[in-house]
């Protein structure tokens, strides 16, 4: 798709090598080793693992919960700001995988919350989004 | 005579007060990365270099190259202590000292380590103070048809000596330039695969993506884990001084893997991992005992430990004399040197001298910190490693986070981040190598610019890359290694094994 989409931009000649020329034959080349990947696959002898074996005995709920938590946080960042949307994250990823008391997690995330507002903010004038606590 | 005085001018800049702060945060922060399982030079440097936007050039340089050959003295603690590479250029390492801490020979282990990493570091700078220079004058001669070929071999090495298949780094590396050249086209100012969106127009940010790829990914990895305790090595770790015996033993491990680390360093594709298992393999082919590798052979630690400090010094030469990276960290302070204004080449010599000289010199104070260091803190180093794993990666991703909207104060890096950290992931999972496509998005634009400059050069001819003797003798070289693995495919599995 890379390459046929760099025909697109212009490929130009050899003698005065367009925008889309490198990314044609980065493209192509791609496409020719997915090719000889996918046919050496037929040549072996062994069964392949399936999708499913390459997560069996493990905790894939954690990394999609996690992946989630980041990308809300991502979202809230700039309306909610810097400290509260952080505090909230480190509180609900301490909790991914310890078992520590709940308050201890809160005192422990407001804490590491503080310090980096003060490291990454004040020390290194950072411009960290305020939101509503701002 | 000439060197020396430029050393004397280097170390007056190294013994700035900034500087000599910043130089000792970084050896002292690369020992920490080294020491932590899981979290690698290249993350660590990643996640500093947004906070090195603030500081002075010359001294981020310096902070930054000190995580890189701190890791290396890092590393070493977590293979003897826990049988777990610190980072990957300890893997070797794990294989005897670990043998070595259930000996109750920790301390030996600990110590030889950390003196011949220091021997080794030693020599590797004076290596790169004497050959950097004459380098960068023949480098000169060099123009884009030779710039390009060193580029492809660099890439090439790189998929081969990657771990896993070739076939697949070298997709990696076909992504990484698709990916290199997102953006805006230097020379026709025309947008390339931006899909309309502005946040492309400048390209693919290098912090979200290797802060995603190598941080982000391999929290996500470690988090799906079942991870039990790891079990430190509950001895008293004494007698970090070697004795004659172990000198004897060691000295010349050491200087055999001080000298085929550097050279193997220098290789595009090379460094410290490569140098540490090639050490290895050498040292127990000259060993009256070889027998004795495997079950505690303090060669077997020195060598490799050696070898992979070296590495880190020789890496440096293709990069501040050719601007050309020989790995995936060289490839990520490229692109710190291109963000702060100083573009490597044979040219950064003589304009910035303060940066080559300086930074040369720092790395001499710099491993003189690493001995002073790693001795008398081991204690606090295994504390460290003790810190649960639960309480680390949420440290980890809030620093990933931070590093990447304070880029540009926006959360469409962030999104960037988050988006590579899953792909990583998935790289990992599918066993595609991150480091060919970091390598390669950082060449990208460049391989672009001297690919078209050389076809202008020679009206449309591509004989002009077998015409020229540098790029002949280096294109030769790139066929032999594309070669091999094709062959090696096409064998059935049986052919393999045999």
């Keep these: 798709m890379t390459a046929l989409w760099s025909l697109k931009y212009g490929f130009g000649s050899l003698s005065e090598p367009g925008v889309g020329f490198i990314t044609f034959f980065a493209g192509a080349i791609l496409a020719l080793l997915s090719l000889l990947l996918f046919l050496s696959s037929f040549r072996e002898k062994e069964k392949p693992a399936s999708l499913l074996e390459l997560w069996a005995g493990l905790d894939v709920k954690k990394v ?14 700039r309306p909610a700001g810097f400290p509260l949307c952080t505090f909230i994250l480190l509180f609900l990823l301490f909790r991914v995988k310890g078992s520590y008391g709940i308050w201890t997690t809160l005192f422990a995330s407001f804490f590491v919350t503080a310090g980096c507002y003060l490291v990454f903010q004040v020390w290194l004038q950072v411009q960290l989004p305020g939101g509503i606590l701002g | 005579m000439e060197v020396f005085h430029h050393l004397l001018f280097g170390f007056h800049v190294a013994i700035q007060p900034v500087n000599l702060l910043f130089c000792f945060m970084g050896v002292l922060i690369g020992t920490l990365v080294g020491v932590l399982p899981g979290l690698g030079p290249v993350a660590a440097i990643s996640l500093l270099l947004p906070a090195t936007f603030h500081a002075p050039p010359v001294a981020s340089i310096i902070m930054l190259s000190g995580i890189y050959y701190g890791a290396m003295y890092g590393g070493s603690t977590t293979s003897i202590l826990v049988n777990i590479p610190g980072e990957a250029a ?48 023949v480098a000169l001669k060099f123009g884009p048809p030779e710039y390009f070929s060193l580029m492809i071999l660099g890439l090439t090495v790189l998929t081969f000596l990657a771990g896993g298949s070739m076939v697949k780094s070298l997709m990696m590396a076909c992504v990484g330039v698709i990916i290199g050249n997102i953006g805006l086209d230097l020379v026709a100012a025309q947008p390339r695969f931006t899909f309309g969106l502005d946040i492309l127009l400048d390209g693919v940010g290098l912090v979200p993506l290797i802060m995603g790829l190598f941080g982000v990914s391999e929290v996500l990895l470690n988090i799906e884990e079942k991870l039990d305790k790891q079990a430190v090595f509950e001895t008293k770790v004494k007698g970090l001084l070697p004795n004659r015996k172990d000198w004897r033993e060691s000295i010349m491990p050491i200087l055999r893997g001080s000298v085929l680390g550097f050279f193997l360093g220098i290789l595009p594709g090379g460094g410290a991992v490569i140098s540490s298992f090639v050490s290895y393999g050498v040292e127990k082919r000259l060993s009256r005992h070889p027998e004795e590798f495997g ?23 293709p990069l501040l004399t050719l601007g050309l990276p020989s790995n995936a960290v060289m490839a990520i ?42 001795l008398p803190l081991i204690g606090l180093w295994v504390k460290i490693l003790k810190i649960p794993y639960p309480i680390l990666f949420p440290l980890i991703l809030l620093f990933c986070l931070i590093g990447a909207y304070s880029l540009n104060a926006n959360v469409t890096e962030v999104g960037l981040m988050i988006f590579f950290g899953l792909l990583g992931y998935l790289m990992k999972k599918f066993k595609y190598d ?61 052919d393999r094994i045999s």
């Excluded at chain 2, 000996?103 to 103070?129: D, E």
């Excluded at chain 2, 690919?451 to 020229?468: E, H, K, P, V, Y």
Aim: aromatic share 8%.
């Design chain 1, 64 to 77: 999609l919960y996690v992946l989630l938590l980041l990308v809300v946080y991502t979202s809230l960042l």
């Design chain 2, 90 to 137: 300890s893997v070797v390492t794990t294989i005897d000292g670990y043998q070595m801490a259930r000996q109750g020979r920790a301390g030996a282990a600990l110590g030889i380590s950390a003196f011949g990493s220091f021997i080794a570091g030693t020599l590797g700078v004076v290596g790169l103070a004497f050959l950097a220079p004459p380098l960068a004058g």
């Design chain 2, 295 to 317: 079950k505690g052979a303090i060669a077997g630690v020195a060598g490799p430990e050696a070898a992979n400090n070296s590495a880190t010094a020789g890496a440096f030469i």
């Design chain 2, 434 to 494: 991150g480091a060919p496509l970091v390598l390669a998005m950082v060449l990208g634009p460049l391989l672009d610019n001297s690919l078209r400059q050389s076809l202008l050069l020679s009206g449309g001819s591509a004989m002009i890359f077998f015409t020229r003797p540098i790029c002949l003798a280096v294109f030769s070289v790139v066929i032999v290694i594309l070669i091999l693995p094709v062959l090696k495919l096409w064998k059935t599995p049986e």
């Design chain 2, 333 to 374: 302070l490229l692109g710190a040197l291109m963000i702060y204004g100083m573009p490597p080449g044979p040219n950064l010599i003589s304009a910035h001298p303060q940066l080559f000289w300086g930074t040369i010199a720092s790395m001499y104070i710099g491993n003189i910190m690493l001995l002073v260091l790693n």
